[in-house]
């Protein structure tokens, strides 16, 4: 998934913005489809002009069911977000499945320190 999105809010340039977002995700079948590798990632830069601000509800967020599973609904926000998922699913018996999984993510105001 590429995305490119340009906002401009107020029509006066003073929140005005550009972002772009870069997203994977695979899923790896293993034994006869009863046992599945999911790998996630997602990367959105804000591209801001100077003098120029994300109004907050526009801000990328983490947090919740979707992204870092451990942390309430839009726990962590700014202007720039990194998130790497890994996922391991198994059929217990039909209708039951179990998963582990990992989820890391960042946010920043910067893109220098979109890092782990």
């Avoid at 006066?12 to 994977?24: I, V």
């Avoid at 034994?31 to 003098?51: C, F, K, P, Q």
């Avoid at 926000?77 to 039909?94: G, N, V």
């Amino acid at each position: 998934m590429l995305s490119a999105e340009h906002y401009d809010g107020r029509g006066d340039g003073r929140s005005a913005f550009n972002r772009y977002e870069a997203g994977l995700q695979q899923h790896i079948s293993l034994l006869r489809n009863r046992r599945v590798i999911a790998l996630r990632g997602l990367i959105s830069i804000t591209d801001t002009g100077a003098n120029t601000e994300v109004p907050f509800c526009l801000q990328r967020t983490l947090g919740g069911p979707d992204d870092l599973r451990g942390f309430r609904r839009f726990r962590f926000r700014d202007r720039h977000l990194l998130l790497l998922q890994a996922e391991y699913r198994w059929e217990i018996f039909t209708a039951v499945d179990g998963a582990l999984f990992y989820d890391a993510g960042k946010v920043a105001s910067r893109r220098e320190d979109l890092d782990f």
